[in-house]
């Protein structure tokens, strides 16, 4: 009777502890409110994407699954961005994805992924001021503002725009990418009749209209988000004539932009990073089978961001952060068989044979020594109510 009751406790322990190693946990922290409310559930829906195709394979870790934990970094709050990442710390996620805005992205980082060694790989913080980290923990799948500011200067050049004026939202990641624009254009010959901040979520924009309006120009450069008062200096624009061509940095980017100002935007252009190569296609394809617009901003660099993270976890054959961090590397370069969007489980396969792979994905990764993307761009522009992809730069 002894031996039947130890043998039975012996089943349960066993089966809660098979149970307990059989779940991932990895933390996704957005700005699901804030200035970037409105494209974040895109870009986390492309995340989970990648992680059920991992659950469902039955490949990762000899079958183990992964929870997804989303937390909220609001963007503009340190204190609530150190605290979704203390939170999802505290819970045992193995790897953050995540942030999105840089000021989030560098507080989670300094005060709570690096000291607990928790790897962080963002799919949309470009930027510069997060070049060349010497960290070891921190990767990311968006290129830098700094060529974001060059590729938005050379399609301004190339849409004939002879004079722009600027204005940017009053946060580092836009003033970087809006002085390094300026910059660019400039180089290209092209006048800067005026460059001013705005501030976020005022009632009324006219006044930073009238001054850019004053200024004259060709187009008025919006560095800025939708939500971040991005839409307000369009329709202020609009409403007083001051301007009909709207130059739009990528968190511009949105169908909902088209949905509120339809024909209006039928002049406007911009850029998202971004790729038409295979993976593209393949990530369309699997994208819009759950809903999302694959050509909404940073949801193809959300889905590598999580492949990457997945695969590295096989490469590594544990949760260890520092041996995933290592392996970040190895599996986004060259060499190895190549990985495209719905391919995860050929890719575990070949990792727990011993092969080594290159995961293209959707933006065709390519890391340099600092786990910096080196990125590709799309210009887009608006037609038949939809932004349009031009080109590839």
Known sequence: ????????????????ITS??????????????????SLA????????IAFKEASDSGSLLNGETITVIR????????SAAIAAAEGVIAQGVTAILGAVCPEATEIILSESALPNGVVMISPASTSSSLNDLDDKVFFRTSPSDSRGGQILADITKDRKIKKVAITYTDSNYEKDLAYAYREAVERHGIKVTTIISHE????????????????????????????????EIIQASIDSGAFNKF????????????????????????????????GAGFFNKIASGQGINSSDPYTGESYDAAALIILAIQASGNTDGAS??????????????????????????LIAKGKKIDYEGVTGVNFNE???????????????????????R
């Open 41 to 48: 559930p895109a870009i986390a829906d492309s995340a989970e």
């Open 370 to 392: 600092n786990g910096e993307a080196k990125g590709s761009f799309l210009e887009q522009e608006v037609k038949s109510g939809k932004f349009k992809t031009k080109r590839q």
């Open 200 to 231: 976020n979520n005022k009632d009324d924009y006219s006044s930073e209209v009238a001054t850019l309006a004053a200024a004259e120009g060709d187009a008025v450069a919006i560095i800025s988000s939708i939500d971040q008062g991005g839409k």
């Open 1 to 16: 009777m002894l031996n039947k009751l130890f043998f039975t406790i012996l089943i349960i322990l066993s089966t809660f």
């Open 247 to 278: 130059i739009l940095s990528d968190r511009m980017m949105s169908q909902s932009l088209i949905d509120i100002f339809g024909k209006k935007l039928k002049k406007s252009f911009g850029y998202i990073p971004g790729s038409k190569n295979k």
């Open 71 to 78: 937390a909220d970094s609001t963007c503009n709050d340190p």
């Open 324 to 349: 995933i961090a290592k392996n970040i590397l190895a599996v986004g370069n060259e060499p190895g068989t190549k990985i495209y969007p719905g391919e995860l489980k050929k890719a575990l396969d």
């Open 20 to 37: 307990a190693l059989s779940e991932i946990k990895i933390g996704v922290i957005l700005g699901f409110t804030g200035p970037i409310e």
